[in-house]
């Protein structure tokens, strides 16, 4: 069965069963616009107090598939890599909005997803139900569904640090606002809230549950820093300029990132565009190889260095960063080389243990 509704129109069904979870007005008004699209809705199992831990039984056409719920007040073309269901189980991704770019990378990585307003996407043997173009969202989650300020722009790049220097959650203060590159008073509030949140316990100081602070890291960084950090795109003369500028990127104190970096660590994947980070945009850099003003993207993109971790002779950011950046980009190609590097990486595959 298919089903597909372009802006302004309305998907016709029959009113199957609705559930009214208590005091969860997103899921209540996800779950309805399932029901008017002719879904009958059943609960098997789970808390009623976490959504993520529902179970949703879904039948339409006389088909049923069974689903494990996961609330987002947000989502980005970065959920399709943050969000995982248990072993064995089904994801239905549920949020107040979902847009038209975000749903299509979605629907490209088989993630299924509805929102408050009916756009959703599920798909089955013999089913499949894909409604967009709505517009929202129509409800606002309250405050106990709202994101930490950790996970906002200043509250991004400490965490960031500590991904890539997990060690460094030790040190004073003063050593994590200088190599996060944020003010004390930040570095302050944000380990209190990721205390409170449970990712960092206190005598001594650690980091725990460091593969969730890391899922919730990709998926706010693609939203809130990410869009942030560019500081110039470019043309060059020659697109191929890139293979042998390891010692001009050395000599401007920059650093390779996203496909740029994830080439030099798997040479299978070849960068479309050259990805730089560096504290300003490198002048020498751009006179030497010739950079012109873009058109369309550009083929380099020069991006905000904003960290001081210790360097390292490869000449690319650290690893967190790389993974960050190709799932931001929401490019199949680029995702599919973060799922590689996230299974093959020491640091990555260390922070996924925890």
């Known amino acids: 069965m298919f089903r597909e509704h372009e802006q302004g129109g309305a998907v016709n069904g029959g009113i199957g069963a609705r559930m009214r979870p208590r005091s969860d007005e997103l899921l209540d008004s ?7 699209a002719g879904v009958v809705v059943a609960e098997i199992g789970g808390d009623d107090r976490n959504a993520g831990g529902r179970l949703l039984q879904l039948s339409l056409g006389g088909r049923t598939c069974t689903y494990e719920v996961q609330l987002r007040t ?14 064995g189980r089904k994801l ?4 107040p909005h979902i847009s038209d770019q975000t749903g299509e990378a979605l629907r490209r990585q088989h993630v299924h997803y509805v929102d408050s307003v009916g756009n959703m996407f599920l798909r089955g043997d013999g089913l499949l139900l894909d409604v967009r173009g709505r517009r929202g969202p129509a409800i606002r989650p309250g405050t106990p569904g709202k994101p930490l300020r950790a996970f906002k722009s200043s509250g991004l790049k400490v965490i960031f640090a500590l991904l890539a220097d997990p060690d460094l959650v030790t040190a004073t203060y003063r050593e994590i606002s200088r190599a996060s590159g944020v003010s004390l008073g930040t570095v302050q509030w944000v380990l209190a809230e990721l205390e409170t949140a449970g990712y960092v316990t206190t005598n001594p100081r650690q980091l725990h549950r460091t593969r969730k ?8 960084y693609a939203f809130d820093l990410w869009p942030r950090l560019t500081l110039a795109t470019f043309d060059a003369m020659n697109p191929d300029w890139w293979k042998n500028a390891d010692d001009s990127v050395r000599a401007a104190g920059a650093l390779w990132g996203g496909e740029s970096a994830a080439h030099r660590i798997n040479p299978r994947l070849r960068p479309q565009k050259a990805v730089l980070y560096a504290t300003e945009v490198p002048r020498q850099l751009a006179i030497d190889y010739r950079f012109r003003n873009p058109h369309g993207d550009g083929g380099v993109e020069v991006r905000q260095l904003f960290w001081h971790l210790p360097a390292k002779p490869s000449l690319t950011v650290p ?3 790389i993974y960050g950046d190709l799932v931001a980009s929401a490019d199949p190609r680029l995702t599919e080389a973060a799922a590689d590097l996230r299974e093959n990486d020491a640091l990555l595959q260390r922070l996924d243990r925890g």
């Open 213 to 220: 602070l890391f899922d919730r890291w990709v998926e706010a």
């Open 74 to 87: 947000k989502v980005s073309p970065a959920s399709a890599q943050t969000s995982r269901p248990s072993p």
């Open 319 to 321: 690893t967190p960063l």
């Open 30 to 36: 996800a779950l309805t616009q399932l029901a008017d």
């Open 92 to 95: 239905l991704l549920v949020a």
